[in-house]
């Protein structure tokens, strides 16, 4: 099929968003281009699209010839890529929601896989976090996502917007706010706006905990009472002995230590549990 007949099968779909599914269609033809160059896909990649909805990008994705898998959820969206690449080998589209789906299914080789989605602003963090289950086989990962998370993802110590989400993701992954993308770019427009983030995971992990999950527990338990000191907010975790061991202000409030600094937390945590 060429491609503009392509469009005009696109254009013809008659699909109404999904507010369950959180489906806002990406339209604006220069943000499509935009986010294309920034993902730059070349033959010899391995490619998969998260929620390709009508295919904006995937036109674009599957021109290059090499290997797409989709995922999406949407049953008469999915039908209707299939429809749309039936005769396009290298394309697969799985019915699937992302959450259940296993990356290891596809068989990739370490860090091959190159991520692309226009996540639903309402599961965006449970998916990153379950893409991260798979880090080792992720080359890196560009998402379309609200611009407040975002602006979590990437904040540094003592950014009113640092916290759990971007700290974690931070622990396993170089992360690049690329640039916004206004409201008017979708059907129906959204009430907020959006922006393009790279995700790319660490090969060699430049800060490394002995016990990930503890790493976890000591993050969340920090920001969940972020108002009060260190001290206070980790008191059910980390005794005053053990803070004493550390070069560690325990005054300071959460948003003002690093991931080193919380990852001496966690690594002390670990060794006096042993």
């Avoid at 503009?4 to 943000?31: E, I, M, W, Y």
């Avoid at 640039?179 to 770019?185: D, E, G, L, R």
């Avoid at 660490?202 to 976890?216: F, G, K, N, Y």
Wanted: with cysteine.
């Amino acid at each position: 099929m060429t491609n503009s007949s392509a469009r005009k099968l696109n254009n013809g779909l008659n699909h109404t968003p999904r507010k369950r599914f959180g489906q806002n269609f990406l339209h604006d033809q220069a943000v499509i281009q935009r986010i294309i160059d920034a993902i730059a896909p070349k033959p010899g990649d391995r490619l998969l699209e998260i929620g390709p909805g009508q295919g904006a990008l995937t036109e674009h994705l599957a021109a290059v010839g090499t290997r797409l898998d989709c995922v999406e959820l949407d049953r008469d969206l999915a039908d209707f890529l299939i429809a749309r690449y039936e005769r396009e080998p290298h394309v697969a589209i799985h019915k699937q929601d992302v959450l259940k789906f296993e990356l290891d299914s596809l068989e990739p080789a370490p860090y091959s896989l190159r991520v692309i989605g226009n996540l639903p602003y309402n599961i965006s963090t449970p998916v990153l976090f379950h893409l991260l289950r798979f880090n080792q086989s992720i080359d890196d990962m560009v998402f379309m996502l609200q611009l407040e998370v975002v602006q979590r993802m990437a904040a540094g110590v003592g950014d009113k917007n640092y916290g759990r989400l971007g700290l974690m993701l931070q622990y396993f992954c170089e992360i690049e706010h690329l640039f916004n993308v206004p409201s008017t770019a979708f059907t129906p427009q959204p009430k907020v706006s959006s922006a393009i983030v790279r995700l790319r995971p660490h090969r060699t992990m430049p800060i490394a905990a002995r016990d990930v999950d503890t790493l976890q527990n000591v993050i969340r338990t920090a920001f969940n009472q972020r108002r009060k000191t260190l001290r206070n907010s980790l008191k059910t975790l980390v005794s005053d002995e053990v803070f004493a061991t550390l070069p560690i202000d325990v005054t300071q409030r959460p948003e003002n230590l690093s991931l080193k600094d919380y990852v001496l937390i966690s690594d002390a945590i670990t060794d006096n549990a042993t």
